[in-house]
């Protein structure tokens, strides 16, 4: 199972743009939103992009773009597109194993989050624990935004699993930096919303996460 942060490491080459000026909204989370990601990785620095394809309540499925031009429209597959359950947890459209109606109502009630709240994800091999840190000051599009720390903390019997560290917006569930290893960062820069119309991804391109759509 690839974690998302080793996802990111292989996406590079996408030219971010400016950074907005103060004060601007942060759309919220549906179709059509991109959100601009800087990376830093062993004294490599790249940039990304993940756009929105399709939201519900609790789920957004992204679309990891390296360069518009790079592909023809409608040949992406399961592999590049991924899902994020109430902006924490991550699936690869690729994987068969997705979180139950359970697991997703424990998820969605972490927002806002607090400080100290504690789940375990019976889903993932190895039954990792979602930790929620202290509050603090995430410096975004131009103002200081509230964000979480939270940390994924897996088992020591899983041995190729890592444990991972986010920051989550904490009143909307963006997750906007990645920490992975010792030497990997990634930061959002900018949250923007399109006013181009997309299509939504065909069944046969979104693998697993299909099924949200029904």
């Keep these: ?18 950074l907005p000026a103060a004060g601007q909204d942060i759309p919220d989370v549906e179709a059509g939103v991109s959100l601009f990601w800087v990376s830093h990785y062993d004294s490599y620095d790249s940039s ?9 309540e609790d789920w957004a499925i992204y679309e990891s773009l390296m360069d518009d031009g790079m592909a023809e429209p409608g040949t992406s597959g399961p592999g590049d597109f991924f899902v994020l359950f109430s902006g924490i947890d991550y699936r690869s459209c690729s994987e068969d194993q997705m979180p139950d109606t359970d697991e997703r109502a424990r998820l969605s009630a972490l927002f806002p989050l607090t400080e100290g709240s504690v789940m375990e994800e019976s889903s993932y091999s190895g039954n990792p624990v979602i930790r929620v840190g202290a509050a603090q000051d ?19 019997s899983e041995a190729d699993a890592e444990d991972e560290k986010l920051i989550v917006l904490a ?6 930096a990645l920490d992975w290893g010792e ?4 930061r959002v820069t900018l949250i923007a919303q ?14 697993n996460c299909a099924a949200l759509l029904n």
């Design 194 to 207: 399109s006013d181009e119309t997309q299509d939504v991804p065909a069944p046969e391109q979104l693998g």
């Design 171 to 176: 009143d909307i569930p963006y997750t906007v």
């Design 48 to 56: 990304y992009r993940e756009r929105i394809v399709a939201a519900g």
């Design 183 to 186: 030497s990997g960062k990634d």
């Design 138 to 156: 995430f410096f975004l599009m131009g103002e200081t935004r509230t964000a979480n720390e939270v940390l994924i903390d897996y088992p020591e």
């Design 1 to 18: 199972m690839m974690t998302r942060a080793a996802i990111a490491s292989l996406i590079f080459a996408f030219a971010a743009p400016a």
